[in-house]
């Protein structure tokens, strides 16, 4: 079955640090990627996608993403991280095949940043 | 405008009991997602509606579970005999096409006592 996996489930930072969040993703066909984020108390939102083209594709807030498709990994990074970056980030998946573009998600990487 | 709106926010209910959980979408999204976000067991999609096609139920976990669409917009779930293994965070997903990006609600959550 398809799967993505995240490698940190908490991380801890202090402000200004870089920060890199692995994702990979078990499908051998064609796949869209993303990257959500729940801040406290808030609903998820999203932080950037990759649908084709440019495999180093840039979201809000400076994040950015790599889309590596020998390694199927779609890493999470932020050269310097605010506190207000402290939330819950997910990696998800949708499958190019059918219309259900169900996302398939990673279990989450908490995110602490210290002031 | 609107984001998908979600009612209610919180629900308490006793073991055995029915409960009904609605999803407002975005307005002009044919494509409808519901998900449940549990404790380790991260984010899981329940079921699909695509316009007025059939939807996709494989995602739901059990026959308590149903959920319609109606008019093409608003859904409502419906978990029938609750298990306490049914607390969760159940969300709700619209976009405007199946290919497009989803936009995900506040969320329900759902407390089995």
């Known amino acids: 079955a398809q799967s993505v996996s995240q490698h940190n489930h908490h991380v801890i930072l202090s402000e200004a640090a870089s920060l890199e969040l692995g994702c990979n993703y078990s499908?051998?066909?064609?796949?869209?990627l993303f990257w959500y984020v729940q801040y406290p108390g808030q609903h998820l939102q999203l932080l950037l996608k990759?649908?084709?083209?440019d495999p180093l594709v840039k979201g809000i807030k400076g994040f950015e993403a790599e889309f590596i498709k020998s390694k199927f990994s779609f890493n999470l990074r932020k050269p310097s991280v605010q506190w207000s970056d402290t939330a819950e980030y997910f990696c998800?998946?949708?499958?190019?095949?059918?219309?259900?573009?169900?996302?398939?998600w990673g279990l989450g990487t908490s995110l602490a940043v210290n002031p | 405008g609107a984001g998908v709106s979600q009612s209610p926010s919180n629900k308490v209910t006793e073991k055995g009991k029915d409960v009904e959980l609605r999803c407002d979408p975005i307005?002009?999204?044919?494509?409808l997602y519901w998900y449940r976000q549990s404790l380790g067991q991260g984010l899981e999609f329940l079921i699909y509606?695509?316009?007025?096609?059939?939807?996709?139920k494989s995602g739901l976990p059990s026959d308590r579970f149903s959920a319609e669409r109606t008019g093409g917009s608003v859904s409502t779930l419906t978990i029938q005999r609750t298990q306490q293994e049914d607390s969760a965070v159940y969300l709700c997903?619209?976009?405007?096409?199946?290919?497009?990006?989803?936009?995900f609600g506040p969320g329900t959550r759902l407390t089995v006592l």
């Open positions: 997903a619209s976009s405007g096409t199946s290919y497009n990006e989803q936009f």
């Open positions: 307005s002009g999204h044919t494509a």
């Open positions: 509606f695509q316009g007025n096609s059939a939807p996709d």
């Open positions: 499908y051998g066909g064609t796949v869209n």
């Open positions: 990759y649908f084709s083209g």
């Open positions: 998800a998946v949708t499958l190019n095949a059918g219309n259900n573009r169900k996302l398939i």
